[in-house]
């Protein structure tokens, strides 16, 4: 098969478990709608398979993933412009996962930190799923022959995953180039958002603690509650950015500013700087609120239109077959499942 060059396409995924927050929002999210405003070809993907490697309940998967889909649209993602589907819709996802477990070597695998911090101390009763949950990720974005994933930095290593099982098949059934290489991209204000209890964990959807992080249906108030109770140190504002190095949480919390008000970090520390917490963390409550408020709004109204998001689910996922069948019917020739004698 001839070399072949990769058109600029766009593919992320978001998993439908729990709520959704501002580490994902700031990290993910907000960069889709960027990238989707600067015209690109996007596919962005709520990925129910990836959530069944750990033990969902039925009754709420569903509702999960409409809302998902509802925060996704209440952000800006825009159906008319980006592809909005569920990974399950689209057998390829299933099909190119399969191919890759077979590419893809145990000691690669083993190294992924995700893994170990999910599967914890008890390794021997989690998921095969959870182990191959990365094949799986490479096969989502290389279903499409995806050049570009945006992404928070806890996701760069399966990223690189994702090249080298692209390099190996391409390299195994000499079909140079046929895989692309994606790329990551890395929002840099807010690559990783910490958790506001403990600057040194990410915040993330798992935190048995709900006070650690900002979800994205979270109330005025009780977004300022968490701002207030945000962990901190007795230091007022710094001058410089260096200062905030031994600083993980004040680091954090001048990070999400800055995001918001889409700035540096060193122009809120020039607005800031000598302040006590107590003045500032008001002020960060105030621009999350404004962000938050709308969305969380129009999420609440989407909800009452079921029927509305199925539809766009429904047609996101046929324009996404349209893309990967003939990319998964070309893999099967190469690996000669079917004749490809013509
Ligand atoms: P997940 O909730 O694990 O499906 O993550 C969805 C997206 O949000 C991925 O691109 C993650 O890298 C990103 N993300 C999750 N947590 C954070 C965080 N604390 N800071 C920045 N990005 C995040
Ligand atoms: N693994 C990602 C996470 O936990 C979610 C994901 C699944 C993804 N497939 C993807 C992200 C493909 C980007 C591209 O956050």
Partial sequence: ???????????????????????????????????????NEALFCIVDLHAITVWQDPKALYSSIRELAA???????????????????????????????????????????????????????????????????????????????????????????????????NNDYQVPNFFPNPEPIIEETAPRIMSLRDGSKKMSKSDPSDMS????????????????????????????????????????????YASLASCLPEDVLNEFNGKPFSFF?????????????????EINELMEQPDEIDKVLNDGAIHAREISDPIIKSTYEILGLTNNCK
């Fill in 1 to 39: 098969m001839a070399s072949q060059r990769h058109k600029k396409r766009i593919f992320s995924g978001v998993q439908p478990t729990g709520n959704i927050h501002l580490g994902n929002y700031l990290g993910a999210v907000k960069n889709f709608v960027k990238l989707q405003a600067l015209g």
């Fill in 71 to 169: 925060t996704f649209i209440a952000c800006g993602l825009d159906s008319n412009k980006s592809i909005l589907f569920s990974q399950s819709q689209v057998s390829g996802h299933a099909e190119l996962a399969w191919v890759f477990n077979c590419v893809v070597r145990i000691g690669w695998l083993n190294r992924m930190t995700q893994f170990k911090d999910k599967a914890g101390k008890n390794k021997e009763n989690a998921s095969v799923g959870l182990f191959a949950y990365p094949a799986l990720m490479a096969a989502d974005i290389l279903a499409y022959h995806a050049t570009h994933v945006p992404v928070g930095e806890d996701q760069k290593q399966h990223l690189e995953l994702t090249r080298d099982i692209a390099i190996k098949f």
């Fill in 213 to 256: 992080r900002i979800n994205l249906q979270d109330d005025d108030d009780l977004i300022a509650l968490k701002i207030q109770k945000a962990k901190t140190d007795q230091e007022p504002i710094p001058e410089d950015v260096p200062s905030l190095a031994k600083r993980p949480e004040a680091n954090n919390l001048v990070n999400i």
């Fill in 281 to 297: 963390k008001p002020k960060l409550a105030e621009i999350i609120i404004s962000e938050l408020g709308p969305i969380t709004k």
